[in-house]
């Protein structure tokens, strides 16, 4: 309608020409927003048609003579959009996804988030060029792996580039516009609710597909008594077996489900399990079952076609795996399965299949509704429940959503269909509660890595790095929390102005008591204010007691004291240099010599705060050394000389000044915060005076001692209630502020503390090593660097070193059997690696981090016997993994080591572990791994 009656720019005119069909308002409005120089979110359920504002965009960027990049979450989608757009713009668009390099100066730059996001801490000046980015996916800001990602992304995106962010339907989509609007450049938000398609839901119980909302969103049949029967006789400790038994063969088996679809014309349909083996059982049992889903000659031919030219691309041993296997005779069967473990290749072929309408069932775990472009006329979500890891619960209304979303081919089908069957598990409110729930909102998974903080440090403090935190969305969604209480706080007052007024003593008692009201709503900010203020300077004042030198740890100064020998300088808080005389055989940490002449008792480790390191004892008399408890002056046992003598000895021993140290890195700190303590003091002072004044006025004021309340008691009370209610609010949002700002503050220092220990900051400067662990972008990236550092990969062979790399790519927490085994100097590295880990560990816990996850202790042997040439199927013999497991991880293997290579070969292009990489990484690459990297970049074979 839009395009009919509003005259339309030139170039959405040019553009439209390209596309078939007629553009939707919601699209017209976001390419004239983005024509008017405005960024643009598009909130859209799926198959709405959000990627033609992306392609929109697109267009006019390179028709403007400018520069634009597309984002995608993962690489096979990027590889995907990398073959449409070469299709339409040719030589003028690259692809970046780390495996793949294909023109990277182009134009046109399809690539990964994590590769933009590796650019922007690494290479920013190479978007200078750029005009627009586009965000496909963008509500993957939730998801715990890839979403910090995204959020980097778009905080440190330079201001001038146009954004185009593409997100499925949210509740909080206004929310993270508003994020974007304040971290990057104001952003506008385009709401789209309606889908393409219409829904309809349906129960499958007693054999039958019943009705339950129609695709107009009415509700006409309910089943409330049904369903949730076996937790119903759990709860009252009645099921038996054999009640357990009936109740589960209750359950109607998909075959039946596929039956009545395909009776009704329902097909093609995606049937959502949660479980690989079930998805694979389902199949299989459909298949036995003799359902026949492919009814024609020609279909069957062309499925032959098809699976034949996939086969072709495999090696011969390659088709004889058994997934491989399956998945042909389930596919002559128009039936198939989909998940995770599944062969890349296979994935495509299912995809394939069912895109053309040449498979009418596919099983699939949840991942398919992530990403990939595979709409069908009807969704089977097979279970309502999941196990997240911790705990086996109901679906959430997103996780329905995202799963219903794949319902309803646009342009073929007048709507799509939800089937939900029957439990004795859920009952049929528990089915209706999550599918018409109000969906939940978006949260941040932000969460800070090691090279992130160090490509942005800027000594000593890093506040860069602090400015990330505070522009993150995590942190903004606190802050929605802190304007929620603000908010509270201000409704909550003039709820008390609204509240009626009445003085029974002749004087005006509205304005009275609105004044009397006034003065103490400004006594509590006043007061709120002082808080805050006394906060800010007890912060302020924290840092005077940091040395300007690394203070030894509690288990080190354990270690020390335990083989340290009388007559060792020690260095503490109070004494400044004492001599260490002896460990007591009960109570206190250490027995010390003091320049007064006393044998004093230190309690506590924190005391010392500098051991120096080779540096030789004094001697001291054994008198001295033999002490057995404190002594307020030794002279009695030593001669005045002796004494002396043995400090002259310390001071012969050219000992750091630390005092003095310490006084000038106080006075210049001091000096640094001579301002803004002052500015502080001024306004405490101020405010102070202020709650002294208001305190005296509000004792004074006539309404405090007034002697007739009881009339008005009611109004009173309700008044006093709701002045509680606000100080509790002012209270809360005080706490709220300062936990943030502490969290903060810890989070920072943590981090600092971690990377000084392991030597990558000094003194709150990068070293050396600080470059290695920035230009590694992984969990274990510290670790890794650890590894490399300490000589790990030292006389490996290429097949051993690819085999250790390995150990950080598997990512699943699943049981498996391993019967593969491994040589005894990897075996030994093993150990060493655990030594290792449990250091970085135990060193990210004691500062409150939890960052690295370590190896894999039950991957191993697969990644070296592939570099030795076997193949899928002798490794898969041998450990209890899925092909696509084996896939996932050797291509993560590869994108490990290609970091690691791109490293060295940038800081130490001789290193000879460059060249080791290098050659592991040729034999890794091969058959059905190489070909795996390539899916999405070439047109699937048989189409």
Same mark, same amino acid.
């Given at each position: ?529 002082? =808080?805050? &203020? #006394?906060?800010?300077? @007890?912060?302020?004042?924290?840092? *005077?007691?940091? !040395?300007?030198? $690394? %203070? ?114 106080? =006075?210049? &700190? #001091?000096?640094?915060? @001579?301002?803004?303590?002052?500015? *502080?003091?001024? !306004?405490?002072? $101020? %405010? ?256």
């Amino acid at each position: 309608m839009m395009a009919e009656t509003v005259s339309l720019p030139e170039s959405i005119e040019q553009f439209m020409t390209f596309y078939p069909f007629q553009f939707d308002p919601f699209q017209l409005q976001a390419m004239l927003a983005f024509l008017e120089g405005r960024s643009v979110m598009v909130a859209a359920p799926t198959g709405t048609g959000k990627t033609v504002v992306a392609e929109f965009g697109v267009y006019e960027t390179f028709r403007r003579g400018a520069r634009v990049m597309y984002t995608t979450p993962i690489k096979a989608l990027s590889n995907q959009k990398f073959r449409d757009l070469r299709a339409i713009y040719g030589e003028n668009v690259g692809l970046l996804t780390g495996d793949v390099t294909e023109n990277p100066r182009a134009p046109i730059l399809v690539m990964t988030t994590e590769v933009l996001r590796n650019m922007l801490l690494q290479t920013p000046w190479e978007l200078e060029s750029v005009e627009c980015v586009i965000f496909d996916e963008i509500h993957y800001l939730a998801d715990p792996e890839r979403g910090t990602t995204w959020e980097e992304s778009i905080i440190l995106c330079p201001e001038h580039i146009q954004l185009i962010c593409l997100s499925a339907t949210v509740s909080n989509a206004q929310e993270i516009a508003d994020w974007i609007s304040r971290t990057h450049r104001p952003i506008e938000l385009i709401v789209h609710t309606e889908r393409a398609v219409p829904l309809a839901l349906w129960y499958f119980y007693d054999k039958k597909l019943r009705l339950v909302i129609d695709h107009h969103g009415r509700q006409v049949a309910d089943y409330s008594n049904v369903g949730g029967e076996i937790r119903a006789l759990m709860s009252r400790g009645g099921l038996t077996a054999e009640r357990r038994r009936e109740a589960e063969e209750a359950e109607p088996p998909p075959w039946e489900i596929i039956q009545a679809l395909a009776a009704e014309h329902m097909l093609p349909a995606i049937y959502f399990l949660f479980n690989r083996r079930d998805c694979e059982d389902y199949a299989t049992r459909l298949a036995m079952m003799r359902v026949n889903l492919v009814r024609d000659r020609t279909t069957r031919q062309r499925i032959t076609q098809v699976v034949e030219s996939f086969l072709a691309s495999l090696r011969p041993e390659d088709r004889e795996l058994g997934q491989v296997q399956t998945i042909v005779q389930l596919a002559n069967k128009g039936i198939g399965f989909h998940h995770a473990g599944l062969l890349p290749v296979l994935k495509q072929l299912v995809e394939v299949l069912f895109t053309e309408g040449l498979m009418k069932v596919v099983f699939a775990t949840e991942t398919l509704a992530l990403g990939v472009n595979m709409p069908a006329r009807t969704v089977v979500i097979g279970r309502m429940t999941k196990w997240d890891g911790r705990r086996r619960r109901l679906l959430t209304p997103n996780e329905f959503q995202q799963m219903a979303g794949r319902a309803g081919r646009r342009g073929i089908d007048e709507r799509g269909n939800i089937i939900v069957p029957y439990s004795p598990w859920i009952t049929f409110k528990e089915v209706l509660a999550v599918a018409t729930g109000e969906l939940e909102p978006v949260r941040s998974a932000f969460t800070i890595r090691y090279n992130t903080v160090l490509n942005l440090w800027d000594p000593p403090r890093g506040d860069r790095v602090r400015q990330l935190f505070q522009e993150s969305l995590a942190q903004y969604q606190a802050a929605q929390r802190v304007r929620m209480l603000e908010e509270e706080i201000l409704e909550i007052g003039r709820e008390i102005e609204a509240i009626p007024r009445g003085c029974l003593i002749g004087l005006d008692g509205d304005e009275l008591l609105y004044d009397y009201r006034n003065v103490v709503a400004q006594l509590n900010h006043a007061k709120s204010q002082e =808080r805050h &203020l #006394e906060h800010d300077l @007890a912060q302020l004042m924290a840092d *005077l007691d940091d !040395r300007p030198w $690394a %203070v030894p740890a509690r288990p080190v100064l354990r270690r020390l004291i335990r083989e340290m020998a009388p007559g060792t300088p020690l260095h503490t808080r109070e004494r400044g240099w004492v001599l260490f005389l002896n460990r007591l055989p009960y109570g206190g940490i250490a027995l010390v010599l003091t320049r007064e002449g006393a044998a004093e008792l230190l309690t506590e480790y924190r005391q010392i705060d500098y051991v120096p390191h080779d540096i030789e004892p004094v001697p001291v008399p054994e008198a001295l050394a033999q002490l057995s408890e404190p002594v307020s002056d030794v002279r009695g046992m030593v001669s005045d000389e002796a004494l002396a003598a043995i400090w002259h000895a310390v001071d012969q021993r050219e000992l750091p000044n630390l005092d003095a140290m310490l006084a000038e890195y106080r =006075r210049q &700190l #001091e000096e640094r915060m @001579a301002p803004e303590r002052r500015r *502080l003091e001024e !306004r405490l002072s $101020a %405010v102070r005076q202020a709650v002294h004044e208001l305190t005296q006025q509000r004792f004074q004021h006539l309404c405090h001692a007034c002697h007739r309340r009881k009339e008005h008691q009611r109004n009173l009370q309700r008044i006093a209630r709701l002045e509680q209610e606000r100080a509790e609010r002012e209270t809360q949002l005080g706490r709220e502020i300062a936990a943030e700002e502490r969290r903060i503050r810890e989070l920072l220092r943590g981090i600092r503390n971690v990377l000084e220990y392991f030597g990558y900051l000094h003194r709150g400067y990068p070293t050396n090593k600080a470059d290695t662990l920035a230009d590694i972008f992984d969990t274990n990236g510290l670790i890794l660097c650890e590894m490399i550092d300490r000589d790990f990969f030292k006389g490996l062979d290429p097949p051993d070193i690819a085999e250790v790399f390995s150990w950080f790519a598997f990512d699943r927490e699943a049981r498996f059997a391993n019967h593969f085994t491994l040589p005894t100097k990897l075996v030994l590295l093993r150990r060493r690696l655990e030594s290792l880990e449990q250091e970085v560990f135990e060193i990210e816990r004691r500062n409150g981090l939890a960052l690295s996850t370590g190896h894999h202790e039950g991957f191993y042997g697969a990644m070296r016997a592939w570099c030795n040439g076997a193949t899928m199927a002798e490794l898969i013999e041998l450990i209890e993994l899925s092909e696509g497991d084996l896939v996932l991880t050797f291509n993560k293997t590869l994108d490990l080591m290609r970091q690691v290579r791109e490293m060295l070969e940038k800081l130490y292009p001789d290193h000879p572990l460059r060249w080791s990489i290098a050659a592991a990484e040729a034999l890794a690459r091969r058959d059905i791994i190489e070909q795996s990297l390539m899916i999405g970049l070439l047109p699937p074979v048989g189409t």
